[in-house]
């Protein structure tokens, strides 16, 4: 379907993408990951042409349908509602719409009617007549009300426009499906929604996203983008973490093979060159380390700017953290963002809230803060209780003309400063280093920005963090860090997240806050999905018992308790020991086959590493015939046998250990 072929992109001189080539197959299901600014959304605007190329070509094959969200989406008319907008999803579907039913006035002339076929076949065909259907179920699990479908487009905010593009683009069931963060603007249940929704899409799908939720249940191709290059990989995203793994370390020893070398050969270049016996010599190796640099092994992005995160130990406190009672909050005295909630934060606790967009999450937080003022009720933070608040806008409130030290420093001098040894430990805690204190904080990544906000706000030594969507400026070795960092920290934590994996790695326990309220459950995500599904089970369970008559529910429950029961329970066991004797012979040949797999994988890969040490010997000592450029391709030959058997013994093992359970 599309086929990047040594496509380079420049902008000025940075190099963006440099011989990037990957085929992208009729059905695949492609997750794009990579740091921040490493070039996916690039890619995106190649394919839709908004972007050429310095060179390489793409190709793209049986001119596919394409759906993307586009940025700032705007009405055509002031008073289009957000159903109208919506169902424009399918450019010239309402044209051809219109067309059909001018000549449905008509139809006694035998090409008015082939026209009419031809137009009805094509529509029918892209939907048209169940599109807004589809439309309004997009409509409505992205989190939009029924009342809300006929109000004015442009009376939506930017989130809200996007989540109706978004919208848009998903009803409009197109061939190639390209999105691009799509999770930044939704709230966990609409992600949720997002999840289902997609799995269930059967075109072709491209997904850039640091969502590992997403990516875990949606792709099974990855593709990496980083340090200029694309690289595939077969197979999932635990299959991707794992295997970038592998290609890094081998990656590494190739570079420290490469730079052992040139440095040697500079040694000698240095301590010759000016002696003229041995000029030529000094000359040759010369040439060596520039043919060296043109092909200079280069580390990927998010190991070269790779940080650390660690949280200070919190200050004392009492175990209460936070009550509210009753609390309530409106903006204008009339309509109540939430009303009536009580719930209570204790010490230890990592708490996360989540709900749809306006039932009043960050308006909740900020209360907490204490940077905005209940409306009713109390809101009663507990014995000292030093809240840390970090909002969405936190890379806003950064001044980006500021270095990174001076933005620190301010923190760390308004709030009693110290021994100027101490603020640079601080500084090193955090993962910035001589090279990073003077960098402009407008020129940070996104992980180094949420670093930097981390230690302003640890400057203050809170002992109750509220963080509000902390992962939005985050890409997935961002997040893990953050995680793990959030995980060993000792204080009390309230977040708030649309990013599923996170909460489920971080929370300890559940806010539910609902049109009706807010439900607390003392366990994790999984915790609280398994008492929702159970909540939901009961509700539906007692409306069907009570339309059923007290007559069948006795009858029911007296054929329940009868003999027969039991017989019919010890049938079906006997039934299930044969069925798992009968599957396990089924599948004997394919744990015969697997087991020969894995061994010959093993085997192999013993061999290929004993080739590697050799190989890598030679350029470790090279002799002076060694051709270095064919040293190096030999290295990297049986790297990439090495990473093909490494890839088969774990599809293998990991088919077996499925299979046998490990036994």
Not at 179 to 200: C, G, H, I, T
Request: charged fraction near 30%.
């Amino acid at each position: 379907m599309l086929d990047f072929q040594n496509i380079s992109v420049h902008y000025g001189h940075q190099d963006v993408l440099t011989g990037v080539t990957f085929r992208v197959n009729k059905g695949d299901r492609i997750g794009v990951v990579g740091p921040n600014g490493s070039g996916k959304s690039t890619l995106f605007k190649i394919v839709l042409g908004e972007m050429g190329t310095d060179s390489g070509e793409l190709i793209i094959e049986s001119n596919p349908r394409i759906g993307w969200t586009r940025q700032n989406p705007e009405p055509d008319t002031p008073e289009e509602t957000l159903l109208e907008y919506s169902l424009r999803g399918i450019p010239g579907l309402s044209e051809m719409e219109a067309e059909m039913a001018e000549l449905e006035q008509d139809l006694t002339d035998p090409a008015k009617m082939k026209r009419y076929g031809e137009l009805q076949t094509k529509f029918e065909h892209l939907g048209g007549y169940d599109i807004e259907t589809r439309v309004k179920v997009a409509l409505g699990g992205l989190g939009f009300s029924v009342e809300e479908f006929t109000k004015p487009f442009k009376s939506f905010s930017g989130g809200w426009r996007m989540r109706a593009e978004l919208s848009r683009v998903l009803a409009s069931k197109p061939d190639l499906l390209l999105l691009d963060e799509p999770s930044n603007y939704l709230d966990l249940p609409a992600v949720d929604w997002l999840q289902k929704f997609l799995k269930a899409y059967d075109g072709t799908l491209m997904l850039i996203s640091h969502d590992r939720y997403l990516l875990r249940t949606l792709t099974n191709i990855i593709v990496e983008v980083d340090a200029g290059t694309a690289t595939r990989y077969e197979g999932d995203l635990d299959y991707y973490l794992n295997e970038r793994e592998v290609r890094y370390q081998h990656l590494l020893a190739a570079k420290e093979n490469q730079d052992h070398h040139r440095e040697q050969l500079q040694r000698f270049v240095d301590r010759f060159r000016a002696q003229a016996t041995k000029a030529a010599q000094a000359q040759s190796r010369q040439k060596l380390i520039d043919k060296i640099d043109e092909e200079r092994i280069v580390l990927p992005k998010r190991y070269t700017q790779s940080g650390r995160l660690r949280l200070a130990e919190p200050p004392a406190s009492g175990i209460e953290m936070f009550r509210c009672e009753d609390l309530g909050f409106s903006y204008d005295g009339v309509k109540k963002v939430f009303h009536g909630l009580g719930f209570q934060v204790t010490r230890g606790d990592k708490v996360a809230l989540i709900g749809y967009n306006g039932l009043g999450k960050t308006t909740l937080m900020r209360i907490i803060a204490g940077t905005r003022e209940a409306t009713e009720g109390k809101a009663i933070l507990g014995h000292n209780v030093i809240p840390g608040y970090l909002s969405q806008e936190f890379a806003e409130t950064i001044p980006p003309d500021v270095s990174v030290y001076r933005t620190a420093k301010n923190a760390w001098d308004a709030h009693g400063g110290g021994p100027e040894k101490n603020f640079r430990n601080q500084l090193g805690a955090f993962g910035f280093d001589e090279n990073d204190v003077e960098k402009p904080a407008g020129v940070l990544s996104g992980g180094e920005k949420i670093r930097l906000a981390f230690l302003r706000l640890f400057l203050t030594a809170p002992n109750f963090l509220l963080l509000d969507e902390p992962t939005t400026h985050l890409d997935l070795d961002g997040r893990r860090l953050l995680e793990e960092a959030l995980r060993k920290y000792k204080g009390t934590i309230l977040l708030v997240s649309h990013d599923i994996d996170f909460v489920r790695a971080t929370a300890t326990s559940i806010l539910e806050i609902t049109r009706e309220g807010i439900r607390q459950y003392p366990g994790g995500y999984d915790y609280y999905c398994e008492k929702k599904a159970e909540r939901e089970r009961a509700e539906g369970g007692r409306a069907k018992v009570e339309s059923k008559s007290e007559k069948n529910a006795a009858v029911q429950s007296s054929s329940s308790d009868s003999p027969s029961s039991s017989a019919a329970h010890q049938l079906s066991s006997k039934e299930l020991r044969q069925q798992r004797a009968a599957e396990r012979a089924k599948i004997a040949p394919q744990v015969k086959e697997l087991k020969k797999r894995v061994e010959t994988a093993e085997k192999k890969l013993e061999e290929l590493q004993k080739a590697l040490d050799e190989a890598s010997e030679e350029l470790f000592n090279p002799k002076p015939t060694t051709d270095f450029a064919e040293a190096n391709r030999k290295v990297r030959t049986i790297q990439f046998e090495i990473d093909r058997y490494t890839a088969d013994w774990e599809e293998a093992a990991t088919k077996l250990e499925e299979l046998t359970g490990g036994s």
